[in-house]
């Protein structure tokens, strides 16, 4: 399972804050907690403080300098995505990246595949276009096959291809949970091997109560489906376990009693 940390977003108050104050610390020790805990990449997302392409490149500058994890370059805006990558070349020279995200929408999609080639990275593409993001299964898959064959077509590997069916939350849009589900087994039969499928996971808990367990009763379900990567929470100790747990399950690690330490320490 690729661990992605959902942390470094400006829409939670503390990151936010150091954006706006131009604060380091706070940022850079979120990277090393990540880090520790098991994150194979962090996602950095200025979410709502900011849109100026400079403040996306100082973010992203100051996580690269704390530690050596690979970024989830976030940000739904095609300047700001330049910007940030631009500096992600200049600092981190060609340590892995995924860039976070594409759509299949016309303006975005030839774009971000180009960042995606040029910038040598993984490409997380969400199954919305033009019209939003649909609610039904069949529709999901078709965007996921269109983003698929696109990418492809412009040289990318299965294995830096990622599919994200869109979680939403579950305490108002009940239904989605089955049909993101379906999706995801229709996205594991795309292609032999299969693309990464990826998940936002705490869109489903969104303001719920029993967070943390939602949270990860929905993972295993959706690693038990095909989905191998997730933006989440690396610090919830017993979400990590239920992984570590659910790859044995699924046959994807080697049993030994010690597989919550191993897991642990995979990297
Ligand atoms: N797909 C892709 N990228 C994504 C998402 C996705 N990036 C952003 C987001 N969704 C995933 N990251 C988060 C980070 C934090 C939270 C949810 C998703 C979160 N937010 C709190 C809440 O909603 O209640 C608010 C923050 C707070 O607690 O202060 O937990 O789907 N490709």
Redesign the pocket.
Known sequence: MILIG?RI?G???DIGAAIKEKKKAPIQEWAKKQTEAGADYL?V?LGAVSKSPEDFSWLIKTVCEAVPTPLSV?CNKLELMRAGLETHREVAGSRPLII??TTAEESKLMPLVELAVKYDGGL?G?VMDERGSPQDVDRRVELGAKIFAVASEAGLTPDRIYL?P??MPLKFMQEQGKNVLEAIRQFAMISDPPPHI???L??IC??AEERGLINRTFLVMAMAAGCDAA?C?VMDTELVNAVATAELILNKEIYSDSYLKAYRKRA
């Open positions: 959902e977003n829409s939670f108050k996602d997302n976030d976070n995200s997380i969400v994200d869109i979680v990826s998940v936002g705490s869109n969104s303001k933006i929470n």
